[in-house]
C-alpha cells in the first residue's frame, strides 16, 4: 500500500524532484544544499537552522548515528591498510605506530565528520525526509492523506 502526499496549494514545489547528487556534492562542502552559497554550519557540526543565502529551513535533519558511522567506516578503511603495509614493510615498534596512528586517526575523523553530516542532511533534503517535505509538514497538521 502506497501512501500518497497530495500537495494541495502548494503546486509542483512541494512534489517536484530534488537533485541528489547536486545536494550530496553541496553537503559534503559543507554548504546549503538548496543553494550552495550559504553554510550549512553556525558551529562545529551544529547545523544552522536556516541558510543565511536563501532562507531555506534546515532544523528538520535527523543525522543522528549516520554520520560517526560512516565516519568510522571511511576512516577505518584508510588507516587500517596503511598500518598492515607499514607493519609488514618496515615492522616498526609499537610507539612509531602509536605516534603516527592515532594523530592521524583523529585528524582524519575530525576532518571529515562535517563533510559526512552535511551529505547526510543534503540527501535528508534532497529526498525530502523528516520533514524537508512541505506538503508533508501541512498535511501532517491537518491529517489529509490520499491514499
Known amino acids: 500500500m ?3 502526499l497530495d500537495s494541495g496549494a502548494e503546486g509542483g514545489e512541494a512534489t517536484a524532484p530534488r537533485p541528489k547528487w547536486q545536494a550530496f556534492l553541496r553537503g559534503f562542502a559543507c554548504r546549503c544544499p538548496a543553494c550552495g552559497r550559504g553554510p550549512l ?15 531555506e529551513e534546515l532544523y528538520h535533519h535527523r543525522a543522528d548515528d549516520a554520520p560517526p ?3 568510522i ?9 596503511l598500518v598492515l603495509i607499514v607493519e609488514k ?4 615498534s609499537l610507539f612509531v605506530h602509536m605516534a ?4 592521524l586517526t583523529l585528524a582524519l575523523a575530525f576532518l571529515l565528520m562535517p563533510m ?12 525530502k ?19
Open 2 to 4: 502506497t501512501i500518497v
Open 41 to 55: 554550519y553556525f558551529a562545529f557540526l551544529k547545523v544552522a537552522d536556516r541558510c543565511p543565502a536563501c532562507g
Open 69 to 71: 558511522y560512516f565516519t
Open 73 to 81: 567506516f571511511i576512516v577505518a578503511h584508510i588507516v587500517i591498510p
Open 89 to 92: 614493510l618496515w615492522h616498526p
Open 100 to 103: 603516527m596512528w592515532i594523530p
Open 116 to 127: 559526512v553530516k552535511g551529505a547526510i542532511v543534503a540527501l535528508q533534503w534532497a529526498l
Open 129 to 147: 525526509m523528516h520533514g524537508f517535505e512541505y506538503a508533508a509538514a501541512a498535511h501532517a497538521r491537518t491529517g489529509a492523506l490520499d491514499g
